[in-house]
């Protein structure tokens, strides 16, 4: 196991906190994203538990694509991953955002 | 006069049945007496096919040629579109066989890659499946060939049955040039419920004492369908299918076109797209095409080869499949791919390897497994006139503004992960195939479909149009801009990539209005098997591989 830990810049504006959302199950080549409101001083929080280690690099680009696509502000997003690929964990990801602002970018 | 000799090769012919002549008085041939015959026919060096299709192989000869004497036998010359059995290789290795001329080696690819490294395989070359059938009417002409059929009767005609394959290519070849045609069937009947093959082609005919293996190769379970392959169809249907309108085509075996398939009766009807895309079609029989054609998505396919399971379904869409006067399907593996070369507007398959040309290989360092079908589906057709209008605006954006003769070519789509399994990326700098060159000693790298014939690049990122690119650079930004975070996809330079994007040359799922919380297995029109059994109305019958009842 591994644990990551990154932080980003929220785009301004706080964010009204609505009901968490939970995507995605843990299991082989797949991962689970919680989305939660947090006070967070208006940044985001990604919180990494993988099986897999060494690929923070990867990690790092992917949340921070993922990051320039929604605005994170006082969110607390927790990962639990399986060895998904960077395209399921970009699809789970903005799966979960869209949900959690039901197609309010 | 004649100056010279005109008629050696039937002379020859007529020694060797001659030779035949002291094991049997007639055509039909006892199993027991198969190694003995072809020790009595073939001569040292011949030129042989061992009929190998991708699905149904002549096992039983194979079997049998690899038993024979290598001090009587040897030399051959085997020219055969497939080597998919162990047999094929052991015909190598006992000194039977020496020279190889083919198209396709999947399951054998790592033995075949050690034996040419040794010297003991020589291979002439890997050939596209229609350049190797041509080859057998100029150059490489059969002396004998070991054929397999469904049935024969006492006469040696024979019933091919759905999996017609390469038979009647080879057969012809053959036969036309004072060849033997040996042929192995599951059964002798006192009538065949058609004639593929005509006696007159055929010199001997053995009742084989197992069926001859057929490969189901063009099963994909649903059940195995990701999301990511969910979103990438999406991406293709509504940023290529749809924009293009795109009506007659050709997919590639495996899960991502498979999903495609699946999403016709529903995300593509959703768009009103039905009627509008894939009516005509060169496949294999796809059982993940029953939702399509059951919902009227399909006006016709022709085949390759059939499909394990498929026959009583296709028996019953005749309107669908082409079928002969007994009702079942005759495939043929030359006209299908000659009919989505030339006939067919748009390409679509997976792939191991791309480069930032575009070019594609699936051949890695220890796997020479050479092409099937996508690389005559996947070239522009260069000997192409008539004009359709998904043709014709392929051509346009490839040529631009700058040119004065009208010419339409044809879309070649590669659509990969941006990571295969165990995190090797799809997207490389180099491809395997020149060092596979290096070391097996191949005068060119064995590249399936050649860069400057790729249209697009489909990934989860998005899709890349290399025909609107204008230059090498260009290409390679948008190739660099759908890999992901592969490395070569991270070295991409950004504002190139933004530049791409903002011309339209590359498109994200959100540059085409696709949500990606639609992007669920939810949406596929099957997710198993057995949901498509049941879209079939029970005629579908899976191999018992794929149940799990």
Redesign the interface.
């Given at each position: 196991m591994e644990q990551l830990e990154y932080e980003f810049d929220g785009a301004g504006s706080l964010r009204q906190s609505g009901p968490a959302v939970l995507v995605g199950v843990v299991s082989s080549g797949n991962l689970e994203v919680l989305v939660e409101s947090a006070e967070l001083g208006g940044r985001g929080r990604i919180v990494v538990n993988t099986s897999v280690r060494g690929?923070g690099e990867?990690w790092q680009?992917?949340l921070t694509d993922f990051a320039g696509?929604h605005n994170l502000a006082n969110l607390l997003i927790s990962i639990n991953d399986a060895g998904a690929?960077?395209?399921?964990v970009?699809?789970r990801l903005?799966?979960a955002a869209?949900?959690f602002y039901r197609g309010e970018p | 006069m004649a100056l010279h000799s005109c008629d050696t090769l039937a002379q020859n012919r007529q020694a060797r049945l001659g030779r035949a002549r002291t094991i049997t008085g007639g055509k039909l041939l006892r199993p027991e007496q198969v190694t003995e015959l072809l020790e009595a026919i073939i001569e040292p060096g011949d030129r042989v096919c061992l009929e190998g299709n991708n699905q149904k192989q002549a096992d039983f000869l194979a079997r049998c040629l690899s038993r024979v004497n290598p001090e009587n036998v040897h030399d051959l010359h085997l020219v055969q579109s497939v080597v998919a059995l162990s047999e094929h290789i052991e015909l190598f290795e006992r000194g039977i066989a020496r020279r190889l001329d083919f198209s396709f080696s999947g399951p054998q690819g790592g033995r075949m890659a050690k034996l040419v490294g040794s010297g003991t395989i020589q291979i002439g070359a890997i050939h596209t499946y229609l350049e190797l059938f041509s080859r057998y009417f100029i150059d490489l002409t059969p002396r004998v060939s070991l054929i397999a059929a469904q049935a024969a009767d006492a006469a040696g005609n024979l019933y091919t049955g759905p999996n017609t394959e390469d038979t009647p290519v080879i057969a012809e070849a053959t036969a036309f040039k004072n060849g033997i045609v040996i042929a192995q069937v599951n059964k002798i009947m006192d009538e065949v419920p058609r004639v593929d093959i005509p006696a007159d082609w055929v010199d001997f005919v053995v009742e084989s004492p197992k069926p001859h293996y057929i490969e189901p190769l063009f099963t994909r379970d649903p059940a195995q369908i990701s999301e990511i392959q969910v979103l990438m169809a999406m991406m293709v249907i509504k940023g290529i299918y749809a924009e293009y309108g795109v009506q007659r085509l050709n997919h590639g075996i495996g899960f991502d076109s498979a999903a495609i398939e699946l999403l016709l009766p529903t995300y593509a009807e959703s768009l009103g797209l039905k009627g509008k895309i894939c009516s005509y079609w060169a496949l294999n029989p796809h059982p993940t095409m029953i939702p399509a054609i059951e919902s009227g998505f399909v006006k016709s396919i022709h085949s390759f080869g059939s499909e394990l399971g498929m026959e009583a379904y296709i028996a019953r869409r005749p309107d669908i499949f082409f079928t002969g006067a007994d009702g079942s399907m005759r495939s043929n593996r030359a006209l299908c791919q000659a009919a989505g070369h030339y006939a067919c507007d748009l390409f679509i398959g997976s792939t191991l390897q791309i480069d930032l040309a575009g070019n594609s290989s699936t051949a890695t360092i220890d796997r020479i497994t050479g092409f099937g079908g996508a690389a005559n589906m996947g070239a522009d057709a260069r000997g192409r006139r008539h004009v359709s209008p998904t043709w014709l605006k392929a051509g346009q954006e490839a040529q631009g503004r700058n040119s004065s003769m009208p010419r339409g070519r044809k879309l070649v789509v590669q659509l990969v992960e941006t990571f295969r399994e165990h995190m090797q990326p799809a997207f490389v700098e180099e491809l395997d195939a020149w060092q596979l060159m290096e070391k097996t000693g191949m005068d060119i790298p064995p590249v399936m479909i050649y860069g400057d014939d790729v249209s697009h690049i489909v990934t989860e990122e998005g899709i890349a149009n290399l025909l609107l690119c204008r230059n090498e650079e260009e290409r390679e930004q948008a190739i660099r801009g759908v890999a992901g975070y592969t490395p070569v996809g991270i070295a991409r330079s950004r504002s190139a990539v933004e530049n791409l994007r903002d011309r339209g040359i590359i498109k994200r799922p959100e540059d085409l209005g696709i949500d990606k919380r639609l992007a669920t297995r939810d949406l596929l029109a099957a997710r198993s098997i057995k949901e498509l059994v049941r879209w079939s109305g029970g005629m579908y019958d899976p191999p018992r591989r794929f149940r799990n009842w």
């Open positions: 690929f990867i680009a992917v696509r690929t960077p395209a399921v970009s699809l903005d799966q869209e949900e | -």
